[in-house]
């Protein structure tokens, strides 16, 4: 009995133990409830909810340009496009080699098996989180690599050529050196010659990775303004443009999502050429939420020529496709038609559209006979940028870069029965009035062009020859100063022979860029070093 009642009076202190925890979580339940109600008094809901939605829009930015590492390799690409049979059989043995060697290490560039590991001196460093919940990185230069800009600096003052093939010879994957050359043979036509340069410069700034730095998560950052950054956006801009013009579209397009994750500022301008490889790689979902989500801290993309137009044709290639992924149901576009995105784009601006069509006029790709008629209502004769320098400088980038898009038939149809609508409501009621009030409140008048870094030969074509290279070209650099200032020199001077041999590699190359000389061959770079003579050093 002494027992049992030993018992019940543990039980009673338990339950007496359970009875005051109760009454103190109602109490701190009542204090969490006040301070609830006081939060929502002054406000805080929205405070919750708006920090809700920033977590939930950065979560929708990064997904926005997650790469997707298998669209990263051209050669995959080619073999998607063309068959395996595309490739010849060394190639593809050469492929599975460096594959077994490098598997999964290598995302950027794969590079052959015989490729030495570089020791360039350079390397990377996590900085920190941003803002926008990414990772900070930058790039870090040893200081021998610091000595060898010194001493690039100091060949470039040379203007001495020759010291500059001979210091890519010594310093194989010197950053600057390579991409100096890429620009040049660009310019000779030899692109096999110029991407292998790039090629070296994607596998070097890969290989100085920092372990957390991975290139498929859409939350990596670089900014542009630290020096040593620049040129892995230097390099991944041209090699965006190499990609293109082999017809390697969905590659393109991944490299831009991994350049505009980088930095949102858009050094490079790649908000003005992604809507083309999104289209060219009929991956026409991937931009409607590009316009739907992004973000750059400025303009809604909507607001943009080149977007206005691209989205309207991605509507109507989409609206064609039996096998296509609905990937614009959960964005604004999805109740949109094609038509009425395209009238939303000419009546904004309509001087973008006749823009448009005296580029393809102009290389024969249109018949503008039963485009007079339209052209001819005051939509279109009194449009005009605004006299915003900035507008007019991204209608200029929209058609260079974009009119080959617009060549097709069917699509000129379809855009010319839009047109006729547009004019026809304009005269109607006047609408046209108010989308030039729109266009006039969002780009109102200003000589300052906020948007000249970006440069429309960059965007649609081969890189331009920096001046500063054209100055190396030793004993022809005066006469290409003269030549600049003469355009219409005929004369033409053959180089071969003696010259070939007796000249040095890069003088020749520099004076094959003169209008007036034409060279039977050049010689060939340095080779990057191969593991087999790594091996032979050791």
Same mark, same amino acid.
């Given at each position: /009995? ?7 009076? =543990? ?41 809700? %939605? ?5 979560? @929708? ?13 051209? @050669? ?13 059989? +060394? ?22 098996? $015989? !490729? ?12 920190? $989180? ?10 870090? !230069? ?17 203007? &001495?050529?020759?010291? *500059? ?5 010594? $310093?194989?994957?010197?950053? &600057? ?50 020096? @040593? ?35 949102? +500022? ?26 739907? @989500? ?11 020529? #080149? ?29 949109? %038609? ?9 009546? %904004? ?12 006029? &102009? ?11 339209? *052209?001819?209502?005051?939509?279109? =004769? ?5 006299? #915003? ?18 060549? &097709? ?49 960059? /965007? ?43 000249? $040095? %590699?890069? +003088? ?31």
């Amino acid at each position: /009995q002494g027992k049992k009642s030993e018992k019940k009076k =543990k039980k009673k202190k338990t339950k007496g133990k359970k009875t005051k925890g109760k009454a103190k979580d109602e109490e701190d339940g009542e204090e969490e409830e006040d301070i609830d109600a006081l939060i929502s008094e002054f406000g805080g809901s929205e405070v919750t909810e708006r920090a809700s %939605t920033s977590t939930r829009r950065v979560a @929708e930015a990064h997904d926005l340009l997650t790469i997707e590492a298998n669209f990263l390799s051209p @050669e995959r690409e080619m073999r998607r496009i063309f068959g395996s049979g595309a490739f010849s059989a +060394s190639r593809e043995r050469a492929t599975r080699q460096h594959r077994l060697r490098r598997i999964n290490k290598n995302k950027l560039f794969e590079p052959p098996a $015989n !490729w030495r590991k570089p020791d360039s001196g350079l390397g990377m460093a996590h900085t920190g $989180n941003s803002s926008d919940g990414g990772l900070d990185f930058e790039y870090t !230069w040893s200081q021998d690599y610091r000595d060898l800009q010194r001493k690039f600096d100091a060949i470039a003052a040379t203007h &001495d050529p020759n010291n *500059l093939v001979e210091f890519l010879r010594k $310093n194989p994957y010197h950053l &600057d050196t390579l991409l100096s050359l890429f620009y040049i043979y660009s310019h000779t036509g030899d692109f096999a010659t110029a991407d292998s340069f790039l090629e070296r410069c994607i596998f070097c700034l890969e290989s100085a990775f920092h372990p957390w730095f991975d290139v498929t998560k859409g939350s990596l950052r670089l900014s542009y303004k630290v020096e @040593e950054n620049q040129m892995m956006f230097q390099v991944l801009f041209r090699y965006i443009g190499s990609l293109s013009r082999r017809g390697c579209h969905r590659a393109a397009l991944e490299f831009s999502k991994l350049l505009l994750s980088f930095d949102k +500022s858009d050094p490079m301008g790649v908000l003005f050429c992604i809507d083309f490889h999104s289209i060219r790689a009929r991956e026409y979902p991937f931009l409607f939420r590009m316009v739907s @989500e992004y973000e750059n801290g400025e303009k809604n993309l909507s607001l943009y020529p #080149n977007f206005l137009y691209s989205v309207a044709m991605a509507k109507w290639y989409h609206e064609r496709d039996p096998d296509r992924d609905d990937g614009e149901k959960d964005t604004a576009l999805a109740e949109t %038609t094609s038509a009425e995105l395209l009238s939303q784009a000419i009546q %904004t601006y309509p001087f973008g559209l006749a823009k448009l069509l005296k580029k393809l006029s &102009d290389k024969g790709m249109i018949t503008m006979a039963s485009w007079e008629p339209v *052209l001819q209502k005051p939509l279109f =004769k009194n449009s005009s940028s605004g006299n #915003n320098a900035s507008l007019d400088h991204l209608v200029r980038l929209f058609v260079e870069k974009q009119y080959e898009l617009w060549k &097709d038939t069917e699509i000129q149809t379809w855009m010319l029965s839009v047109a006729k609508e547009v004019v026809e409501a304009e005269d109607a009621d006047g609408m046209a009035a108010d989308w030039r009030a729109l266009q006039k409140e969002i780009w109102p008048p200003s000589e300052v062009n906020m948007y000249r870094h970006i440069i429309p030969e960059d /965007q649609m074509g081969p890189a331009q020859i920096p001046q500063e290279l054209l100055q190396m070209g030793g004993p022809g650099a005066q006469q290409e100063q003269q030549a600049m200032q003469q355009p219409g020199l005929q004369q033409t001077v053959q180089l071969g022979g003696d010259e070939l041999r007796e000249g $040095n %590699t890069l +003088s020749i190359l520099l004076q094959s860029l003169l209008p007036w000389v034409s060279v039977d061959s050049t010689s060939q770079p340095p080779p990057p070093p191969r593991a087999e003579e790594e091996e032979e050093e050791g």
